[in-house]
T-cell receptor, first 113, second 112 residues
């Protein structure tokens, strides 16, 4: 079936560097995408979302880019901090009135001081 | 503002015992509610979702059931736990007519 996946299971960066976490999706009908951050032992925390009618959306230190041509989603974190260390999940909306999300496997981001 | 609660935070249960996990949402009405399970180092698997009181949809056949006795209360249950039921259980809510889901703190279940 169609699913959301991630290119890199782990990413290690130096504090202050920019981080880029990638996600591939295969459902061309998906029209909503979302990134979550999950710290160890906690529930996922909403970071940023984007609809398919947009290519880019910026938040505080984070930017999400959507390339519908190649079905690719990325999360950019500027000036990465130790507190950014976590697992990051992308998810897509399958459509329909129940608003179910399909989640990728996650990328572990480790920030080295 | 809206908040979502889950309890207990952790639970250790013997195989064959019953289970009841509770989730409640505050600060909103008529939300969509979701139960997920997350195995160690894995992604989130949707177990159940509910669009209203008494309305439950199951995503995967399993040993678990869900109920929604009140608008902002979602319960995950089992009559007899299996070892494979161990995991991190997450409840989430979304506003009606929006896709964004907000997660609770989770319950870590260990079945021995």
């Amino acid at each position: 079936g169609e699913s959301v996946g991630l290119h890199l299971p782990t990413l290690s960066v130096q504090e202050g560097d920019n981080s880029i976490i990638n996600c591939a999706y295969s459902n061309s009908a998906s029209d909503y995408f979302i990134w979550y951050k999950q710290e160890s032992g906690k529930g996922p925390q909403f970071i940023i979302d984007i609809r398919s009618n947009m290519d880019k959306r910026q938040g505080q230190r984070v930017t999400v880019l959507l390339n519908k041509t190649v079905k690719h989603l990325s999360l950019q974190i500027a000036a990465t901090q130790p507190g950014d260390s976590a697992v990051y999940f992308c998810a897509e909306n399958e459509g329909g009135s129940n608003y179910k999300l399909t989640f990728g496997k996650g990328t572990l981001l480790t920030v080295n001081p | 503002s809206q908040t979502i609660h889950q309890w207990p935070a952790t639970l250790v249960q013997p195989v064959g015992s019953p289970l009841s996990l509770e989730c409640t949402v505050e600060g909103t009405s008529n939300p969509n509610l979701y139960w997920y399970r997350q195995a160690a180092g894995r992604g989130l698997q949707l177990l159940f979702y509910s669009v209203g009181i008494g309305q439950i949809s199951s995503e995967v056949p399993q040993n678990l059931s869900a109920s929604r006795p009140q608008d902002r209360q979602f319960i995950l249950s089992s009559k007899k736990l299996l070892l494979s039921d161990s995991g991190f259980y997450l409840c989430a809510w979304s506003p009606k007519d929006r896709e964004t889901q907000y997660f609770g703190p989770g319950t870590r279940l260990l079945v021995l």
